[in-house]
């Protein structure tokens, strides 16, 4: 989620998230403390703290050396002229799954609000928005998405949607796949809740891609709306050129394992995506939809993981190795190990079999 606010000739422009603006951060902070939504859901990211910000950026100009405020499970800095961003770390709390967030700095009028893309984490805070009458930008497709994923889960018997992944752990043929039964029956549990306990809001901004990019005054800021492919399908990212900061929603999970699972995901996208990122200004401020605010050196790290899940990948899939199996062979190296990974059957798990397809011809 990014949100756009503005004031005279000051505009601000934050990162995204699934409660941007701060009323609703302790709305839900105490609703989500009574339904425990996160508790088993990042069982995983929960155990590894969010990274420092890399010693480049603790010196950049653009960046407040120490958060201006830090609530633990998210802080925010200052990264521009007006522009802020918010960064989650589950480590401390569930308050906020990924990035985002302005009210804490600031009691200016939002008038706009953009959802990166139609995930859960980032568009579960959309009722606030629409409550509250400020406009929801989004791509086109983002509300169908959003009613076709999560309206289904609303309202359905709870043990036929995890009957299924509570099977996988239960006939898990070794400890390995057990493990990553338990990862993705511990996302998708968290996923039904959050999307049993949330009103729906659908952005009513739609954005047609074919109309990108696009450029918003918001008033002494430029914004620049792009899509690129890669996570979901309907990926947006905001541009702010004149001061090189990229709010890249999921199209970058910074010091994390990326999330594939989308239908719409496609690896040989997102990794061009990465290749068109990797030559913007060397210069370029990230803030990412997971994790750390950095520089070309984050998108460098994902790149390198892709190359990784697509090495180990490839020599399987040259042995003959069939994609179910191999999906669960992959082994994270050191240089890795402490990159949290959602659960295995939404990041790793499915890069691989999307690898295989894509090999295959598929
Ligand atoms: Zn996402």
Not at 207 to 228: F, H, K, N, Q
Request: charge should be neutral.
């Amino acid at each position: 989620m990014v949100d756009v606010s503005s004031k005279g000739g000051e505009a601000a422009c934050t990162g995204r998230n699934l409660q941007a603006v701060n009323s609703l951060s302790f709305s839900r902070r105490s609703f989500l403390a009574k339904t425990s939504c996160f508790g088993a859901f990042y069982a995983l990211a929960k155990l590894i703290p969010l990274a420092a910000l890399a010693a480049e950026l603790a010196s950049d100009s653009r960046v407040s050396p120490t958060p201006i405020v830090d609530k633990g499970f998210a802080s925010v800095r200052k990264i521009g002229s007006g522009l802020y961003a918010t960064i989650s770390d589950p480590s401390k709390g569930y308050t906020t799954i990924c990035n985002g967030a302005l009210r804490m700095v600031s009691q200016v009028p939002v008038k706009g609000a953009l959802d990166t893309h139609y995930h859960f984490d980032h568009s579960m805070g959309n009722s606030f928005y629409g409550a509250n009458g400020v406009p929801l930008w989004a791509h086109a497709t983002t509300a169908k998405r959003m009613v076709d994923n999560y309206s289904p889960m609303q309202g359905a018997d709870k043990g036929a949607v995890l009957g299924p992944l509570e099977k996988r752990v239960k006939d898990a043929k070794s400890d390995i796949e057990r493990q990553h039964a338990q990862s993705d029956l511990n996302a998708v549990t968290g996923l039904f809740q959050i999307a049993n306990a949330t009103v729906l809001g659908l952005p009513n901004h739609p954005i047609d891609p074919a109309r990108l990019p696009m450029s918003i005054d918001l008033g002494g800021l430029t914004a620049v709306i792009e899509s690129y492919a890669g996570h979901s399908g309907t990926d947006l990212i905001v541009r702010v050129p004149e001061q090189n900061v990229v709010y890249t929603g999921d199209l970058l999970f910074s010091g994390w394992y990326p999330v594939c699972f989308d239908e719409k995901a496609t690896v040989s996208g997102w990794r061009d995506t990465l290749k068109k990122f990797a030559a913007f200004d060397k210069d370029t401020l990230f803030v990412p939809g997971h994790g750390q605010i950095c520089g070309q050196e984050g998108i460098a790290a994902l790149r390198e993981v892709f190359d990784d899940i697509a090495g180990q990948a490839e020599k399987m899939y040259k042995a003959g190795l069939p994609a179910e199996e191999a999906q669960h062979r992959y082994l994270v190296p050191d240089k890795f190990k402490n990159f949290p990974i959602y659960a295995w059957g939404f990041t790793i798990g499915p890069a691989i079999t999307k690898l295989y397809a894509e090999w295959q011809g598929k």
